[in-house]
């Protein structure tokens, strides 16, 4: 069992940056598959960023260039921080945590969600 938290959310103003910190408890977070995803009212949830155990990391294209996703495993933490922020990155961000063959019925985890708003 993994349990995440995800705390960091708020509104900040377009060009603005905020980290998104997810702390997660058990022995596997630390191979599992970590990863951030977003989603807004009516739309389907997305993949924003997702690193690996190994420390190798994927982004949508989206946000390449301006979100950095890194992990700590001996905190059990991985942080999102995200940099020029625009309006349209607003959405409930959560944190996930998949088995690292990414195969969701083998192990798939989500926090409860933070909301970003990014507006002036």
């Known amino acids: 069992q993994v349990q995440l938290v995800e705390t960091g959310g708020g509104l900040v103003q377009p060009g603005g940056s905020l980290r998104l910190p997810c702390a997660g408890s058990?022995?596997?977070?630390?191979?599992?598959?970590i990863g951030w995803s977003r989603q807004v009212p009516g739309n389907q949830r997305k993949l924003v960023a997702n690193?690996?155990?190994?420390?190798?990391?994927n982004y949508a294209d989206s946000v390449k260039g301006r979100f950095t996703i890194s992990r700590d495993n001996a905190k059990n933490t991985v942080n999102l921080q995200m940099n020029s922020l625009k309006p349209e990155d607003t959405a409930v961000y959560y944190c996930?945590?998949?088995?690292?063959?990414?195969?969701?019925?083998?192990?798939?985890?989500w926090g409860q969600g933070t909301q970003v708003t990014v507006s002036s």
């Open positions: 690193i690996r155990s190994s420390g190798s990391t």
């Open positions: 996930n945590a998949r088995h690292p063959s990414l195969i969701p019925t083998l192990g798939d985890y």
């Open positions: 058990g022995s596997i977070f630390r191979i599992y598959v």
